[in-house]
């Protein structure tokens, strides 16, 4: 990222954070009114301008119905997206909202209607304004919550989410950086007061960043502890995939019929699977459970039970290599017996009426 964390990000420097969106029909770009999307925004219609041919965009504000000031706010953006050119629309998340979890549930809702809007306008990608310290907090609720490596890599450049590609083109930005390109534009924001709010997790954290920063733990160096960690957990990945091949091979299949269904889509081989490391029993039993199963996806925590309780099954199977397990998870049943593992989908609970 050129310049210093104080500097107004220049034309050039934003041509780089968007091109590889250069040939997308549309592109949504999620749009709050805050600082860092405001600036997003900004950002994209002055790239979209200087290309000749490009993508649309969309700007779009999802008005979560928990403020009374977030209608007024949706106007707002509204005014500056045409004023740059850019279509805008709000879209509302109407119904009761949850007494517990409250955050968890209107993030949830905001990608789901951010990509309700990307597929009715025929975009392909939504662009969201998560920056590097957006980054480091989230590296640090997740930290504090025990995840595993997969949960420290935080959040993804790109992903995929309800059909849509999600990317976070300003995940290396600091906050900082956008605040002066804003100041610079003569573009006032709006503040969002649960940003402080101490009841909620992200802000009581935010509140520890200046001193975690004082001992090294700065924005910078935490997101770059994540990134480091999403290398790490790439490479794993590509052991599991490995790992799914041979246990395919184990049970006579061809390396072309090697997909995404036969590792475990019936069963495979207890011993091979108890010869592999923790790390990797853990995550093909993720992946199983994940695929099989219709309540998940798994909590790593309940896998990880389940891998010990495995364990302990076989080992108590002894001269009789006949162990027997059978359990239930994130919608999937797991049974050990005949030194085989099989995992399928469990049977859907009937909900009783009256």
Known sequence: MAGDDNSPISAQTAKGLFADFKGAPAIVLAVSGGPDSLALMWLAARWRHALSRGPRLL??????????????????????????GL????MRWTG???????PAAARSARYRLLAKAARESGATHILTAHTRDDQAETLLMRLVRGSGIAGLSAMARESEREGVRLARPLLDVPKSQLIATLNKARLGFADDPTNRDASFTRPRLRALMP????????????????SRLARANAAIELLVDGAERYLAL???????????D???????????FAAMT?????????????????????????????????????AES?????????????????????????????????????
């Open 96 to 102: 009761a909202k949850p007494k517990s979890g409250l």
């Open 278 to 314: 923790d790390e990797i029993r853990l995550r093909l039993l993720l992946r199983a459970i994940n695929r099989f199963g219709h309540e998940g996806p798994a909590e790593l925590g309940k896998v990880e039970v389940l891998l010990s309780a495995l364990d302990e099954a076989m």
């Open 250 to 260: 184990r049970d006579g299949m061809t390396p072309s019929s090697c997909g995404a």
């Open 87 to 90: 279509s805008h629309r709000t």
């Open 211 to 226: 001193a975690l920063a004082a001992e090294g733990g700065d924005a910078r160096n935490l997101a770059r502890l994540a």
């Open 318 to 354: 002894g001269a009789k290599r006949r162990p027997r397990l059978k359990k239930t998870l994130a919608g999937a049943l797991i049974s050990l017996a005949d030194d085989r593992i099989s995992i399928a989908s469990a049977p859907r609970r009937r909900h009783r009426s009256g």
């Open 59 to 84: 700007a779009v504000t999802v008005d979560h119905g928990l403020r009374a000031e977030a209608a007024g706010e949706a106007r707002a953006v509204k005014h500056l997206a045409r004023s740059l």
């Open 262 to 272: 036969v590792v475990a889509g019936k069963s495979f081989d207890a011993e091979a």
